[in-house]
């Protein structure tokens, strides 16, 4: 009798835990933290790119002309353009970084854990102290100008050339700073792969790079998407190394476009515009992410 | 006095403890908060300072409660901004000429003559221009800072120099002999993050020229006058005369050119920078003299003042807080202590230092920067393009017509 009504019981339990209505309480707390940070700023900036939206907080609806004055803008072209060369050579250099050391610790056999924490350390340090450090190590007269001299190579300027050169430097201190968390996803895709169809595939006589380029990398494939799509919007949100390194400089070498919203909104008070370069940003982030999905997606069919 | 000030107090407090602190704000009582920064560099003494001034002030007003937070120079505006737009944040806040009327035109700011009204005539009447925009004041000024030239003797007479460059064509005449040494001439720092006010402009002054035109309405640094600042800054670079990285540097005394002795001289700076390169290559090498001679004698040295934000709800508090702390008495004790001069008449200026004497002579040739809504982001662009000319990725035309055209679009749009 009582073992009878406790599994009843039980399946009341199981039952009402397939409720919708439970689930949403779970996530409510999240949903809720969600919902104020993150939704309903992001409508708010959707509606202050359609204002003049001062300090004081005096505004009045200006319709498109924001998004008007940002398409003859040439200076968003040019930070376009920044974004876009950076997110270039960040992204491809950050997933082979973090594709090497994932697959590097995936077959380290003994203190894993440890090399893992090494790896990982750069991800949880502070990206200002970063930065600054960073900027000494690059410096005419830093650490690696100072080895490249004792072997006759004039120094080399990683922070004041031109262009690719500025780029590649900072997109090396990003992709320093925060290949870690892609590579601890990598791994996790790693250990997911069946230890059976890798065995199979020495059997039939695979040796260890048609096995990473026939049976893991393909398998591993919707990792690599989710990787590629966190590291693209990363790439396009980039702002703190260019704020504490270069400034946007030199002469605008390096001038982003969340340094030219940045810019916009906090040197030159003019919100309604930053927002319009936000909301733009967001759109052109939204588009590749989607163009990334068709072409990997395509490739697995 | 300051017994009879203690009896107020105490006179008030019992008042206050009888009848409770309801209702006793009327005659503009309240609490006001003022935002100040490290105008006095040694953090030990400026805590001190501005706890004293919170402390004499409240003795004799015990009506209103003042907080004076410190905050760093870094993130500035954007700090001042956010809270300004969140309406949480301080009562009077330390501006610059510039920043006043970007804050005014932005509707952040409240109008405050009233701070100044029965000694209007004891200020700088340069200082108070700076900071009045449409027949209204702005700011109250409660200092004004001076800049010259500084130099390292040691390193001049080490190259056979053995009178001071003074002029464009001393300095270039020098360059040189110091490059043979491996020392630049002349300081520069092209950072995005420096002000033009203290790299490019007083350059662009020297020559005879002006950043904007007299009434605001058109940019005016692509004169003859800017291609000759310019034109001065590249030759220079040419011979050796500026930092190998000058295109990019920050401006640091401190472990930079000036600080470790691989400059001779710099011709924008302060007198707390002229103490930190005493530290640096020895107070013995160093001197200071008059301001740089182009075409003209010019220098930099701007108010500091206190201006009134617009959320703040205690105007008439915070104005007497702005005018007490503007007053003779204070003013002299801020100047010792933080090495700034009087933004009034009727405060001497610090004595017993001739460096100090050096400084304050040079406020007649101090231009205090030029005042326009524009003026921040036509700096912002023009700062790139000289980085641009300095890299030599443009020629010294491209760059100022560049920079120009740029501009004109700018104040075409308003700001």
């Not at chain 1, 998407?225 to 260019?242: H, M, N, R, S, Y």
């Not at chain 2, 954007?78 to 009077?92: F, M, N, Q, V, W």
């Not at chain 2, 075409?295 to 617009?310: A, D, H, I, K, R």
């Amino acid at each position: 009798m009582t073992v009878q009504r406790a599994a009843v019981q039980r399946a009341s339990w199981r039952q009402r835990a397939r409720d919708p209505g439970w689930g949403l309480l779970f996530v409510l707390p999240m949903l809720v933290l969600f919902v104020i940070f993150r939704f309903v700023p992001s409508l708010g900036a959707v509606g202050m790119s359609l204002t003049d939206y001062r300090l004081s907080g005096d505004f009045s609806f200006v319709g498109a002309d924001n998004y008007v004055r940002l398409f003859e803008d040439d200076l968003f072209f040019h930070s376009l353009r920044v974004t876009l060369l950076y997110a270039a050579i960040c992204v491809p250099l950050a997933l082979v970084v973090a594709l090497g050391t994932a697959t590097l610790l995936h077959h380290v056999v003994r203190g894993q854990s440890v090399f893992r924490g090494l790896l990982f350390l750069p991800y949880v340090t502070s990206f200002v102290m970063a930065g600054i450090i960073w900027t000494w190590i690059y410096e005419s007269d830093g650490l690696i100008n100072g080895l490249l001299e004792k072997l006759g190579v004039g120094p080399v300027p990683f922070l004041t050339g031109n262009q690719a050169m500025v780029l590649a430097s900072l997109a090396v201190v990003s992709v320093w700073k925060s290949f870690g968390y892609s590579m601890l996803i990598l791994v996790a895709g790693l250990k997911n792969i069946p230890e059976d169809i890798v065995e199979a595939a020495k059997l039939d006589g695979a040796g260890p790079c048609s096995r990473f380029w026939r049976i893991t990398i393909p398998l591993l494939r919707p990792v690599i998407f989710f990787v590629l799509v966190i590291e693209t919007i990363a790439a396009f949100q980039v702002f703190d190394t260019i704020y504490v390194m270069t400034g946007g400089g030199p002469a605008r070498a390096s001038y982003g476009l969340v340094y030219m919203l940045y810019d916009q909104g906090f040197k030159f008070f003019d919100f309604g515009y930053a927002a319009t370069v936000g909301v733009v940003l967001f759109l052109v982030v939204f588009l590749i992410s989607l163009v990334q999905r068709y072409v990997l997606d395509r490739e697995k069919t | 006095m300051r017994g009879q000030l203690t009896f107020v107090a105490v006179a008030a407090l019992t008042l206050a403890a009888c009848g409770g602190s309801d209702g006793e704000s009327t005659d503009g009582g309240g609490s006001v908060t003022v935002w100040m920064y490290p105008v006095i560099p040694d953090q030990d003494a400026s805590i001190e300072f501005w706890d004293q001034v919170e402390t004499d002030f409240e003795t004799g007003h015990d009506d209103i409660d003042l907080t004076i937070e410190l905050l760093p120079w870094e993130g500035r505006d954007e700090k001042i901004a956010t809270a300004i737009a969140s309406g949480e944040g301080p009562d009077l806040v330390l501006l610059t000429p510039d920043q006043t009327l970007q804050y005014q035109s932005t509707g952040g700011l409240k109008p405050m003559g009233a701070a100044v009204e029965e000694n209007r005539d004891a200020f700088l009447p340069n200082a108070l221009d700076s900071v009045t925009f449409d027949d209204e004041l702005y700011g109250v000024p409660i200092y004004h800072t001076s800049t010259t030239t500084v130099y390292n003797t040691e390193v001049l007479e080490a190259a056979g120099i053995s009178e001071v460059p003074t002029t464009w064509d001393d300095v270039l005449a020098a360059a040189p002999k110091l490059a043979a040494n491996g020392v630049a001439a002349m300081d520069y720092s092209g950072s995005p993050e420096m002000t033009l006010n203290l790299s490019f402009y007083p350059l662009l002054w020297q020559a005879g020229g002006t950043v904007f035109t007299d009434d605001g309405s058109d940019v005016a640094f692509d004169g003859p006058e800017g291609h000759a600042a310019l034109q001065f800054l590249v030759d220079l670079q040419e011979v050796g005369g500026l930092p190998a990285d000058a295109a990019t540097k920050p401006n640091n005394v401190e472990g930079g050119p000036l600080g470790t002795g691989t400059a001779a001289m710099g011709y924008a700076v302060t007198a707390p920078e002229v103490e930190q390169m005493k530290a640096g290559v020895g107070a013995e090498n160093v001197v200071v003299g008059e301001p740089l001679s182009g075409v003209e004698q010019v220098s930099f040295g701007m108010p500091g003042v206190l201006s009134l934000t617009s959320i703040s709800e205690d105007e008439q508090a915070a104005m007497e807080v702005a005018a007490y702390i503007a007053s003779p008495e204070v003013a002299t004790a801020l100047n010792d202590a933080a090495g700034t001069f009087p933004a009034r008449t009727d405060v001497e200026p610090p004595t017993g230092d001739e460096m100090l004497t050096v400084f304050n002579d040079a406020l007649q040739y101090a231009n205090p920067g030029e005042v326009t809504p524009s003026a921040r982001q036509v700096m912002s662009v023009l700062s790139s393009n000289i980085q641009a000319a300095l890299q030599g990725s443009k020629s010294v035309e491209d760059a100022l017509a560049d920079a120009a055209s740029e501009a004109r679009d700018l104040i075409a749009r308003g700001g």
